[in-house]
């Protein structure tokens, strides 16, 4: 089964500093990967997904994230924080055997900025 | 183009009382996924539809249900609530429900069991 984990549940950074989440699956066959960020009190929403071309993809807001098979790893950066980045960040997965979608969340690294 | 429409945005219920949920995904989109979001599990897969049919589920216990209407809305229903069961439920829907494809989510229904 597949899976995922995100090293530290919160992660602190101030502003125009480096950002850093980190992301690690769990799969026989690499599956599509994702990441999506939450805002309070609002739903998910994609900033880059994964599938099978670069494996360094750009996504909005400045983020991109790097697939490395041999370390099973899809780590999210951006490199200068600003203030309205501090949310909630979750890798995900979905399995490319399949027909169907589901996908499989993190849980989740809480993203702080200091001003 | 409207965005994913989730109804109530928040209601509070009590326990064995049952609720039901409703999603009205993006216009286009085929598939719709509900998810189960709380502080200590995070957010956790309850089931999807496309084209009217369930097409994988969760592990969750019967007492959640869904369907979903020819209209590509769905409403997912939890009988015999419980204190646990308290938590904010997401509805994502999708262009084709491909495994590659985005999730576009709803801002959620908070459900709270006293």
Redesign the interface.
């Known amino acids: 089964a597949q899976s995922v984990t995100q090293l530290g549940s919160h992660v602190s950074v101030s502003e125009g500093a480096l950002v850093l989440l980190r992301c690690n699956y769990s799969s026989s066959v690499p599956p ?1 990967l994702f990441w ?1 960020v939450q805002y309070p ?6 900033l880059l ?1 994964y ?1 099978s071309a670069a494996t360094l993809v750009k996504g909005i807001n400045g983020f991109e994230a790097e697939f490395k098979k041999s370390e099973t790893s899809f780590h999210l950066t951006k490199p200068s924080a600003h203030m309205s980045d501090a949310a909630e960040y ?1 890798c995900a997965v ?3 055997k ?11 690294t809480s993203l702080s900025v200091i001003p | 183009k409207a965005g994913v429409t989730q109804t109530p945005r928040y209601l509070i219920k009590t326990r064995g009382q049952q609720v039901t949920l409703s999603c009205s995904p993006i216009s286009g989109h085929r598939s719709v996924s509900w998810y189960q979001q709380t502080p200590g599990q995070g957010l956790q897969f309850l089931f999807e539809y496309f084209s009217e049919t369930q097409r994988n589920k969760g592990n969750f216990p019967g007492r959640f249900s869904g369907r979903q209407f020819s209209n590509s809305r769905s409403e997912m229903n939890v009988s015999t609530l419980e204190l646990g069961d308290s938590a904010l439920y997401l509805c994502a829907s999708s262009l084709d429900g491909r495994p590659d494809g985005e999730l576009f989510f709803g801002e959620g229904s908070r459900l709270t069991v006293l």
């Not at chain 1, 009190?41 to 994609?46: A, D």
């Not at chain 1, 399949?98 to 989740?108: A, C, L, N, W």
């Open positions: 599509y999506y009190n609002q739903g998910l929403q994609l997904k599938t979750f979905s399995d490319r399949t027909s169907y979608d589901k996908v499989i969340f993190g849980p989740g």
